[in-house]
């Protein structure tokens, strides 16, 4: 990137770190469902929906990786709906397995 | 309602998004972005609440839990989904150069986190321990 056409406001950089942000809130939550899963005996039920969100989580991980490199242009394309409905899936997807783990 | 539907074929044939329009300057794209990670992390912050409420509160009476767990999973769920639905609206409307939508949702979703904060607070006071 020269300095000729240097974005002041240094968005992509602020936008790959608010990718991380979230990849660390993700982080989180999978680490809660494992604390959840875990704590109390592991069922095979419970064993199940952690296995699942693990895989959730490696999915939300692999669609921010994917962002964060293309973010590395000087003029990044805008985010793929096809991105935005992967991220959010695997949120759901974390949130439907929590609701499976409490039963 | 017209709108509904047009979201929905947007979901669907993804991209239709750039056929319309002019594409806007990449930092407003950008920033509509960052709006839509942060609402994910919202998503990402109701659904660990709804794990600690299930661990950290153990002595309560199984039902008020798993009610005030599955309250805040829920939420987490639709706020992950009305972010992709705002983000992909807020795109448009960029395109076109239109005005941004507005939402009742933050208005609601603080309503509901109040009301279940209060919830909590009520039943760690005064009990509710049993089993």
Known sequence: MTAAERDPGLQPERTRLAWRRTTLSCTVVALLAGKQALHGGATPAGVVALSLSVLAWLGFLRVANRRVQGMGTSRPQPMEVRAALLAAAFTVALAVFAAAMLF | ?131
């Open chain 2, 1 to 131: 309602m017209n709108d509904f539907v047009q979201s929905l074929r947007l979901w669907c044939a993804p991209q239709r998004i750039r056929e319309e329009g002019d594409t806007p300057d990449y930092r407003f794209s950008l920033a509509n972005e960052r709006t839509f990670l942060a609402w994910i992390r919202t998503a990402l912050a109701l659904i660990g609440g709804g794990f600690a409420v299930d661990q950290f509160l153990p002595e309560l009476v199984w039902g008020v839990r798993a009610g005030l767990a599955l309250a805040l999973l829920a939420a987490g769920v639709l706020c992950a989904l009305r972010a992709v639905n705002h983000w992909v609206r807020c795109e448009r409307a960029m395109r076109r150069g239109e005005d941004l939508p507005v939402s009742r949702f933050p208005t609601l979703l603080s309503l509901a986190v109040a009301v279940v904060a209060v919830a909590m607070v009520v039943v760690v006071l005064f009990g509710w321990e049993g089993r």
